[in-house]
């Protein structure tokens, strides 16, 4: 394969981001610029592919560490890094524009944010996400790391934050790092119990999302979660 500067120079990836935007860039073209160079018998393009070849595409060099960058050949601490660093910028990027916003009238950017927030974790993550009267985030916290059970989740965690922000509606959220968005009978046990405490206490569960990297499943929109109808235990 020819080395990037053997290419003709509207093929080269900076070049080409140049001329052309930089959105004409491939997944391997983006990872040779942030790479800038290759190795001796390597070019970035090259390296770019074992990186892609090697993480299952994109969306898999997202959930990949310092040492599992550093098995590709040509990827040292400092690129691994750097590398991270492009992800963590996407990740705040998303973030930070979900954020003064009415997020119920805005569903993409919430989605946006809590897929690159949680999508890519390993472990199951529960958060909640805290808004005020408007619908715009006053505060999120991850509650609990670890599959998910209806006994691991407790419901006075979730609203004690809620109080301690002066929070009235809640969005529940957590990942399925298999990528399958289908909650369990655990989820939906876990998710009928917090409703239930919610209206106790006057706070709104406004839905319960399950995200992944490239999806969401909403209980609202699925009919699993409504306020009008929720169960009741059993006197």
């Not at 997944?27 to 160079?37: D, Q, Y």
């Not at 074992?50 to 993480?55: D, I, K, S, V, Y």
């Not at 998910?148 to 965690?157: A, G, I, N, Y």
Request: with cysteine.
């Amino acid at each position: 394969m020819a080395t990037v500067q053997e290419l003709p120079r509207l093929e080269r990836p900076r070049e080409k981001a140049e001329r052309y935007g930089i959105r004409s860039l491939s997944n391997r073209e983006l990872l040779a610029v942030i790479l800038r160079s290759g190795i001796q018998g390597q070019s970035a393009l090259e390296t770019a592919d074992r990186l892609l070849m090697h993480c299952g595409g994109i969306v898999g060099l997202a959930r990949c560490n310092t040492k599992e960058l550093m098995q590709i050949k040509g990827i040292r601490e400092v690129k691994a890094i750097e590398l991270q660093a492009c992800f963590e910028i996407s990740r705040r990027i998303s973030r930070d524009g979900a954020m003064d916003k009415d997020v119920i009238s805005s569903p993409d950017t919430l989605i946006c944010w809590l897929q690159h927030e949680l999508g890519s974790e390993l472990q199951e993550q529960f958060m909640a996400v805290y808004l005020d009267a408007a619908n715009q985030i006053v505060h999120y916290k991850v509650l609990f790391v670890g599959t998910l059970d209806s006994s691991m989740v407790f419901p006075r965690e979730i609203f004690k934050e809620a109080l301690l922000c002066n929070s009235s509606r809640i969005m529940l959220v957590h990942n399925h790092p298999s990528g399958v968005l289908s909650p369990s009978d655990a989820d939906i046990l876990m998710t009928h119990r917090i409703q239930r405490i919610g209206i106790l206490m006057e706070v709104e569960i406004l839905d319960h999302l399950i995200v992944s990297q490239r999806d969401f499943f909403s209980f609202r929109g699925a009919g699993i979660l409504d306020q009008r109808h929720p169960q009741t235990p059993n006197p």
